[in-house]
């Protein structure tokens, strides 16, 4: 006779867990993200990024910029986002939690990255002695390094 | 006839403890992490300053419910308590811009009728800027969703512990200046 409880409750416990909602959206923010950017002239000259001075190069310097997440949430019993806890109270509780622990009752919070950007463009110029200034822009979109290495025209 | 009592006594408890902890505690999750980009470390003498407080919820609360005043008065606080808040004695400065992703007020009866319902959710992702320049990020999250009138005022309380949750792990990055002897 109680050879199959075992296997009952473990079926009880698979079952517990698959109780969860669909995820839903819940709208979207946009979060500061980074991108290394790394300059090395030829010759080395000043580096201007949006109009700012940053240095000489060859120069390292973190890009910043924004990038849209979105949100999802659910609903899950303890036994997906706590289940120390809902073996816990059920122990407790003498398995007498068991049949409610199916409830899902927590909130579980999902952030997916898009591929939606903002303030992601930097004009990047390069100047230096006897040399045409050297300019182009970069578009960040998610990268964890980019590299330039422009090669300056001498001046007639 | 004995064994039916020692039963029936087996079952009053569970029933019993399974009431108490329902009533008694506070159930939800707790989840925080900071993450500090390229390898950076603060200064031994570094204060957190608490910067901009935004509400990226999408939602509009009571004129009472403040959430904005209400994370930056908990940051304030828990950043003082444990000797991090930025004053002008501090020679480096880390400033603490906050994004409020999601809270619900939730509503301690309806947790208490059925768990789940009515729960309170406070979500959060901050920013931590040295001159200007993004050095960490801070993501933190506190529900209650189960409990009775031990949660009562949770919507409130919800944003000291959430804060106390962040200052903590800007303690754990952030060493501590040991009084001079």
């Given at each position: 006779?109680?050879g199959?409880?075992?296997?009952?409750?473990?079926?009880?416990?698979?079952s517990?867990?698959?109780?969860?909602?669909?995820?839903?959206?819940?709208?979207?923010?946009?979060r500061?993200?980074?991108?290394?950017?790394?300059?090395?002239?030829?010759p080395?000259?000043?580096?201007?990024?949006?109009?700012?001075?940053?240095?000489?190069?060859?120069?390292?310097?973190?890009?910043?910029?924004?990038?849209?997440?979105q949100?999802?949430?659910?609903?899950?019993?303890?036994?997906?986002?706590?289940?120390?806890?809902?073996?816990?109270?059920?122990?407790?509780?003498?398995?007498?939690?068991?049949?409610?622990?199916?409830?899902?009752?927590d909130?579980?919070?999902?952030q997916?990255?898009?591929?939606?950007?903002?303030?992601?463009?930097?004009?990047v110029?390069?100047?230096?002695?006897?040399?045409?200034?050297?300019?182009?822009?970069?578009?960040?979109?998610?990268q964890?390094?980019?590299?330039?290495?422009?090669?300056?025209?001498?001046?007639? | 006839?004995?064994?039916?009592?020692?039963?029936?006594?087996?079952?009053?408890?569970?029933?019993?403890?399974?009431?108490?902890?329902?009533?008694?505690?506070a159930?939800?999750?707790?989840?925080?992490?900071?993450?500090?980009?390229?390898?950076?470390t603060?200064?031994?003498?570094?204060?957190?300053?608490?910067?901009?407080?935004?509400?990226e919820?999408?939602?509009?609360?009571?004129?009472?419910?403040?959430?904005?005043?209400?994370?930056?008065?908990?940051?304030t606080e828990?950043?003082?308590?444990?000797?991090?808040?930025?004053?002008n004695?501090?020679?480096?400065?880390?400033?603490?811009?906050?994004?409020?992703?999601?809270?619900?007020?939730?509503?301690?009866?309806?947790?208490?009728?059925?768990?789940?319902?009515?729960?309170?959710?406070?979500?959060?992702?901050?920013?931590?800027r040295?001159?200007?320049q993004?050095?960490?990020?801070?993501?933190?999250?506190?529900?209650?969703?189960?409990?009775?009138?031990?949660?009562?005022?949770?919507?409130?309380?919800?944003?000291?512990?959430?804060a106390?949750?962040?200052?903590?792990?800007?303690?754990?990055?952030?060493p501590?200046?040991?009084?001079?002897?």
């Open positions: 006779m109680f199959t409880v075992p296997y009952c409750v473990f079926a009880l416990l698979f517990l867990a698959g109780c969860t909602t669909e995820w839903a959206a819940e709208g979207s923010y946009y500061a993200t980074q991108t290394l950017l790394d300059v090395q002239s030829t080395p000259g000043k580096i201007s990024i949006n109009g700012s001075h940053k240095g000489e190069s060859p120069l390292s310097i973190p890009l910043e910029y924004e990038r849209e997440v949100r999802k949430t659910r609903k899950v019993s303890y036994w997906i986002s706590q289940p120390g806890l809902a073996l816990g109270i059920t122990l407790l509780s003498l398995g007498i939690y068991l049949p409610f622990s199916a409830i899902p009752v909130v579980e919070l999902r997916e990255p898009q591929s939606n950007y903002r303030l992601n463009r930097f004009v110029q390069v100047q230096a002695d006897g040399h045409q200034p050297w300019e182009d822009t970069v578009v960040c979109t998610g964890d390094r980019l590299a330039l290495n422009p090669v300056l025209a001498r001046r007639e | 006839m004995i064994s039916t009592i020692k039963t029936k006594r087996v079952v009053g408890a569970g029933v019993l403890s399974c009431m108490v902890l329902f009533l008694l505690s159930c939800g999750t707790v989840e925080h992490k900071v993450n500090l980009l390229n390898n950076f603060p200064d031994q003498a570094t204060g957190v300053e608490v910067g901009k407080v935004t509400n919820t999408g939602k509009t609360f009571d004129p009472e419910v403040n959430v904005e005043d209400m994370l930056r008065r908990a940051l828990k950043l003082t308590a444990e000797g991090l808040l930025w004053s004695a501090t020679p480096k400065k880390l400033v603490l811009d906050s994004k409020i992703l999601d809270y619900d007020q939730g509503d301690a009866f309806k947790r208490w009728l059925l768990p789940g319902w009515g729960a309170t959710v406070l979500t959060i992702q901050s920013d931590l040295q001159d200007g993004v050095v960490g990020t801070v993501d933190a999250k506190r529900t209650v969703s189960a409990g009775g009138a031990y949660t009562i005022g949770a919507w409130k309380t919800v944003f000291d512990n959430l106390g949750d962040v200052v903590e792990d800007l303690r754990s990055k952030i501590k200046v040991e009084p001079k002897q």
